[in-house]
Antibody
Framework: EVQVLESGGGLVQPGGSLRLSCAAS????????MNWVRQAPGKGLEWVSA????????YYIDSVKGRFTISRDNSKNTLYLRMNILRAEDTALYYC?????????????????WGRGTMVTVSS | SYVLTQPPSVSVAPGRTARITCGGN??????VHWYQQKPGQAPVLVIY???DRPSGIPERFSGSNSGNTATLTISRVEAGDEADYYC???????????FGGGTTLTVL
């Protein structure tokens, strides 16, 4: 079964850091662009970042540039999101999402596989 | 940055047709994808590349895209179609994936 499973969320103080992980299975992870998408409580979807299949190319939403870093370890079939200098407005459910077509860059494709998300709460 | 505009809510009686719009400047030149999200669940892709349906999505779901408006059409609406629906595009100017604000579909 094709699936992704996020972990690493939690409660963190403003200014703190977290690293999210997304374990992939059931597909050839190293050939797909991957994404992080977040959803604040009661709000809509917001794309956060994308990374190419090789990990060489990345994109970020403006509000996280310089604070968040997306990366991947294709040998471990795992996607990461390192989040630094966290703010209250980063509080959200963070989803890992797979592009529908392999090796698609820039990431104009749809996201066909989503995880259940991991919750990040930034509060003192 | 590129903005996608969706109506906050759409209501429809069971068995009728629901149309959810997604407005954007010259959106017809972009590929539009649509997601369904039920409460407490992850989004599910229902339409990609304007009008393609992933396997497992009923034929009742269809999409179109032209000019400044993309439309998700749900025929013969069922109670189980109640959900939030989001459109998505890639903006090559800002290098961002953009989602619409979402539309809540209510089945009366």
């Amino acid at each position: 079964e094709v699936q992704v499973l996020e972990s690493g969320g939690g409660l963190v103080q403003p200014g703190g850091s977290l690293r999210l992980s997304c374990a992939a299975s059931g597909f050839t992870f190293s050939t797909y662009t991957m994404n992080w998408v977040r959803q604040a409580p009661g709000k809509g979807l917001e794309w956060v970042s994308a990374i190419s299949d090789s990990g060489i190319s990345t994109y970020y939403i403006d509000s996280v540039k310089g604070r968040f870093t997306i990366s991947r370890d294709n040998s471990k079939n795992t996607l990461y999101l390192r989040m630094n200098i966290l703010r209250a407005e980063d509080t959200a459910l963070y989803y890992c999402a797979k592009n529908i077509k392999g090796s698609s860059w820039p990431p104009h494709d749809a996201f066909d596989i989503w995880g259940r998300g991991t919750m990040v709460t930034v509060s003192s | 940055s590129y903005v996608l505009t969706q109506p906050p809510s759409v209501s429809v009686a069971p068995g009728r047709t629901a149309r959810i719009t997604c407005g954007g400047n010259n959106i017809g030149s972009k590929s539009v994808h649509w997601y369904q999200q039920k409460p407490g669940q992850a989004p599910v892709l229902v339409i990609y590349y304007d009008s393609d349906r992933p396997s497992g999505i009923p034929e009742r779901f269809s999409g179109s895209n032209s000019g400044n408006t993309a439309t998700l059409t749900i025929s013969r609406v069922e109670a189980g179609d109640e959900a939030d629906y989001y459109c998505q595009v890639w903006d090559g100017i800002s290098d961002h994936v953009v989602f619409g604000g979402g539309t809540t579909l209510t089945v009366l």
